[in-house]
């Protein structure tokens, strides 16, 4: 099985920063996207930045010039870093990956969800 684990999340004042981290662990043979989503109360979750395995990465509109997301292949983790928070930041932030993992000379794909980092931005 593949496990994600975020880190990183807290309290911080407007225009704060904030690092967030995902690691992924288990058999793992190779990992398509690993996205950051993030979910607000009473709002759907949203895609925040996704990041291919060739290093492109997309931002949401709303996080373009703020955040930005890293990656390394090889430790299989993914990053965020976000400047300039502003309360409308404040979510549960998820980390997703699409992953080819082994499992009894197989290789299964599966889509994982780690348990989220709640990041609250506020005076």
């Known amino acids: 099985q593949v496990q994600l684990v975020e880190s990183g999340g807290g309290l911080v004042q407007p225009g704060g920063s904030l690092r967030l981290s995902c690691a992924a662990s288990g058999n793992i043979y190779s990992i398509n996207n690993m996205d950051w989503y993030r979910q607000a109360p009473g709002k759907q979750r949203e895609l925040v930045a996704a990041i291919t395995s060739g290093g492109r990465i997309d931002y949401v509109d709303s996080v373009k010039g703020r955040f930005t997301a890293s990656r390394d292949n090889a430790k299989n983790t993914v990053n965020l870093q976000m400047n300039m928070l502003k309360p409308e930041d404040t979510a549960v932030y998820y980390c997703?990956?699409?992953?080819?993992?082994?499992?009894?000379?197989?290789?299964?794909?599966?889509?994982?969800w780690g348990q989220g980092t709640q990041v609250t931005v506020s005076s």
């Open positions: 997703n990956a699409d992953v080819l993992y082994s499992r009894t000379g197989d290789v299964l794909r599966e889509v994982v």
